[in-house]
């Protein structure tokens, strides 16, 4: 989906970060070239001091979470010599479509954008999900990671810029849940939509989720 990240949304251009000076490389063509590295200290020029090392912070995420999605992707890809005929298509598709979200991540940076890279590093691992279940593949648990359980947000940026969350109760159809206790159990992702910064409704097929675990 389009999900333009919120400094894109507030028009701050690349000079916005990068604007840390490394001199003394050349180009192709042999002349001198300057390039504009991304600084910490953007981050704290314009939030303040509480966000010192936020950005890094994501961008570590960012690659541990690649890392291990690929570990899983390459165990997918060795179990599809072994699946069943009838189902070796569905789980190679599945396969290469948890590639290339992967490898968009990891290529484009995803720590420019934390809410689209996170969409898409979850979506590779429910298409990993769908291969292993054709194949049998065992694939290392994943579902604490903070950007494939929706807890990115508190454990990235709340936490260090003094925002308390989750909140320890919510009111949902009349009645008062144990919110702060169930995103410990599950995590965010299973219901809410996230991929906005401050937005985060509940997802159209919450019920179900509500029901796999509650009587109606």
Same mark, same amino acid.
């Given at each position: 989906?389009?999900?333009?990240?919120?400094?894109?949304?507030?028009?701050?251009?690349?000079?916005?970060?990068?604007y840390e000076k490394e001199t003394g490389g050349r180009s192709a063509e042999g002349v001198p070239g300057v390039t504009f590295r991304a600084s910490q200290e953007a981050c704290v020029?314009?939030?303040?001091?509480?966000?010192?090392?936020?950005?890094?912070?994501?961008?570590? %995420?960012?690659a541990k979470t690649v890392a291990a999605l690929s570990g899983n992707?390459?165990?997918?890809?060795?179990?599809?010599?072994?699946?069943?005929? %009838?189902?070796?298509?569905?789980a190679d598709a599945a396969v290469a479509k948890a590639r290339r979200l992967v490898d968009f991540v990891r290529d484009s940076r995803g720590e420019h954008n934390v809410y689209l890279a996170s969409v898409a590093l979850r979506r590779a691992d429910e298409q990993l999900s769908v291969s292993a279940d054709a194949t049998g593949a065992k694939l290392a648990d994943l579902s604490e990671q903070p950007l494939l359980s929706g807890s990115y947000c508190a454990v990235l940026c709340h936490e260090k810029a003094g925002v308390k969350v989750p909140r320890e109760t919510v009111r949902h159809n009349g009645k008062t849940m144990p919110h702060?206790?169930?995103?410990?159990?599950?995590?965010?992702?299973?219901?809410?939509?996230?991929?906005?910064h401050r937005r985060a409704p509940l997802r159209k097929d919450v019920e179900q989720v509500c029901v796999a675990c509650h009587a109606k």
């Amino acid at each position: 989906p389009s999900i333009p990240s919120p400094m894109f949304m507030a028009r701050v251009d690349c000079s916005g970060c990068h604007y840390e000076k490394e001199t003394g490389g050349r180009s192709a063509e042999g002349v001198p070239g300057v390039t504009f590295r991304a600084s910490q200290e953007a981050c704290v020029k314009c939030h303040g001091p509480r966000y010192k090392g936020m950005w890094e912070s994501i961008h570590q %995420e960012v690659a541990k979470t690649v890392a291990a999605l690929s570990g899983n992707v390459e165990a997918a890809a060795k179990a599809l010599a072994d699946a069943p005929k %009838e189902k070796r298509a569905k789980a190679d598709a599945a396969v290469a479509k948890a590639r290339r979200l992967v490898d968009f991540v990891r290529d484009s940076r995803g720590e420019h954008n934390v809410y689209l890279a996170s969409v898409a590093l979850r979506r590779a691992d429910e298409q990993l999900s769908v291969s292993a279940d054709a194949t049998g593949a065992k694939l290392a648990d994943l579902s604490e990671q903070p950007l494939l359980s929706g807890s990115y947000c508190a454990v990235l940026c709340h936490e260090k810029a003094g925002v308390k969350v989750p909140r320890e109760t919510v009111r949902h159809n009349g009645k008062t849940m144990p919110h702060a206790m169930h995103a410990g159990l599950m995590g965010c992702a299973k219901c809410h939509e996230l991929g906005a910064h401050r937005r985060a409704p509940l997802r159209k097929d919450v019920e179900q989720v509500c029901v796999a675990c509650h009587a109606k």
